[in-house]
């Protein structure tokens, strides 16, 4: 993810972070670790469970979603945490826009290429893109959800 998140130092917020020097604050980064760890490993299992046993994946196809899932999320997760604000009323530089659609462009086609099949990826029918795209929503949503009650309770 180093490449797609490498150009969260150019948004424009950061610039108000970094006018004067800071200290840390380890205690909000503990709780900010915490909280969206947990939020994140919640999400994993729910994913695992409608993966195998709603949706009923092979090895293999699971193996494809959790790439595609995992990714994407992690793509996500970007835009959602670098600002308090929600993430579609803050405007990401263009060269963080870019490197995480390249990212996501990537992942995408990946297991459509030869390459994905030394992975054991498997090319995904469009049908079974729904569900991937669900998770994904879900996802934004509850992450939005549970940062706002975070950013009211913890203080930076």
Known sequence: MCLSTSPVSLSGWLLKLIDRPRKWD???????M????????????????????????TMTQFRTRWLLISVLT????????????PFFRSRPSRYLL????????VTLV???????GLFEL????????????????GYIVLTES????????VKY
């Open 122 to 137: 498997v090319p995904l029918p469009v049908s079974y893109i729904l569900p991937v795209v669900m998770i994904l929503g």
């Open 26 to 32: 380890t205690d909000f980064i503990k709780k900010f």
């Open 74 to 85: 992690e793509v996500i997760i970007v835009f959602i945490i670098r600002t308090r604000k």
């Open 146 to 153: 549970v940062k706002r009650v975070f950013y009211q309770y």
């Open 34 to 57: 915490l909280t969206f760890g947990a939020v994140s490993s919640i999400f994993d299992f729910l994913t695992f469970g409608v993966l195998l046993f709603i949706l009923g994946a």
């Open 110 to 116: 990946f297991p459509y290429t030869p390459v994905g």
């Open 98 to 105: 870019a490197a995480t659609a390249f990212i996501a462009l």
